[in-house]
């Protein structure tokens, strides 16, 4: 049974209050229309895009939590963090972040993506790289998005130093692995 524009703009407000992160493909298949009808109902209700929304979220969520670095400087979206736990991230690969050749995503934007939310998870105002081990296993292509899970593995209090293992996947395929050793100004608090 086929909604009511407005019956579909209410189920829409619901499920995207529900789920700030659905994209205008999911909702249209939720709702069985066109994608170009979900972004009119999204901007008769006033209801920004994905990328909006997910910088709202984060910026409500995660701004005062976030010590190491302002969240503007994360390269992508965190959508999650615990401080000295973990952190995920997102990053939508536009045509800007490729080569032009053959699409493939610059491999300085997957690093940058890596680093950035290794750092980020650092609980304490300063947090820098000191050195990192990184594999590049699957190439990345402009229109994908990349998910990162950073997760803080050991700390040494008496070195001032925090490991963080980084993994990044495409529809849950790992594209890219990093390890990351971090100078902190303060031990860690494991």
Avoid: C, W
Avoid at 138 to 145: D, I, L, M
């Amino acid at each position: 049974m086929k909604l009511t524009k407005k019956d579909r703009q209410l189920k829409l407000t619901e499920t995207i209050t529900d789920n700030p992160f659905v994209t205008d493909e999911q909702l249209a298949s939720k709702f069985a229309v066109s994608v170009q009808t979900i972004r009119l109902d999204r901007m008769e209700l006033s209801i920004p895009e994905l990328r909006e929304r997910i910088k709202d979220v984060a910026a409500k969520n995660y701004e005062n939590e976030v010590k190491s670095l302002p969240l503007d400087e994360v390269i992508g979206e965190i959508i999650d963090i615990e401080l000295d736990n973990r952190a995920l991230s997102i990053f939508d690969v536009g045509e800007e972040h490729v080569f032009q050749r053959n699409g493939i995503a610059r491999g300085h934007h997957l690093f940058a993506q890596a680093n950035s939310l290794a750092v980020a998870v650092i609980n304490d105002e300063l947090a820098l790289t000191v050195k990192s081990n990184v594999a590049f296993v699957k190439p990345v292509k402009a229109g994908e998005r990349v998910v990162t899970k950073a997760v803080v593995r050991t700390q040494h209090s008496e070195k001032n130093r925090t490991f963080v293992d980084v993994i990044s996947t495409v529809d849950n395929e790992v594209v890219f692995k990093g390890e990351f050793e971090m100078y902190r100004t303060k031990g860690g608090n494991i």
